[in-house]
């Protein structure tokens, strides 16, 4: 009750005075809390901007993204060694037809030792032309990259022949990855 009687004989300006501070005290507990969230949000803010700006700059006209899809080999997923010898030799076939080289029956040659990359085993297709001209070879070669299955070129070997020098023999060895 003694602390009633206090405020009570207060005069005005002592009240205005605590009025003010409560207030002030209040600002300052604001202030504290609003800008330690004002700092989140301007690095959140940042963050956001910067991300915006990537996606712009994926986002992009759609030729310029063919081109670029263009470029990039295409690839699928490993299957069964069974099903995955099969799709590759069939494509490569293809490929080989495509490009008007005749060549032996491809042979799958199996690696001496049992080497993994990423989980996957590697297979191997071994291919041979004894009669191509050089522009069919740059043909092949270029078209690789639309095999889905193709993992790399492992040999290639171009030999001339001396009787007839536009015509080269070709041994290709590709490889592609099986579960």
């Known amino acids: 009750m003694l602390s009633i009687l206090r405020v009570k004989n207060l005069s005005s300006q002592d009240i205005r005075a605590l009025k003010f501070g409560l207030i002030a005290a209040l600002a300052i507990v604001l202030f504290a809390f609003f800008a330690t969230w004002f700092e989140h949000w301007k690095v959140v803010r940042e963050s956001l901007s910067a ?4 996606l712009n700059s994926v986002n992009m006209a759609e ?3 063919r081109g670029l899809e263009s ?7 490993p299957e069964s060694q069974s099903e995955q010898e099969f ?4 494509k490569f076939s293809e490929q080989l037809k495509n490009a008007g080289v005749r ?3 491809l042979q799958i040659v199996s690696s001496s030792r049992s080497s993994r990359s990423a989980g996957y085993r590697v297979v191997y297709l071994k291919s041979r032309c ?8 740059v043909g ?8 889905p299955y193709l993992a790399g070129v492992e ?3 171009i030999k001339a022949d001396s009787k007839q020098p536009a015509e080269f023999e070709l041994n290709l060895t590709v490889s592609t990855f099986v579960k």
């Open 51 to 54: 991300k915006r700006s990537l």
């Open 63 to 65: 030729t310029k993204r």
């Open 71 to 77: 470029i990039v080999p295409a690839f699928e997923m």
């Open 87 to 90: 799709l590759f030799r069939d």
């Open 103 to 105: 060549s032996e029956p």
């Open 130 to 137: 004894l009669r191509c001209k050089f522009g069919q070879i």
């Open 140 to 147: 092949l070669l270029a078209s690789l990259k639309e095999n």
């Open 155 to 157: 040999e290639l070997r």
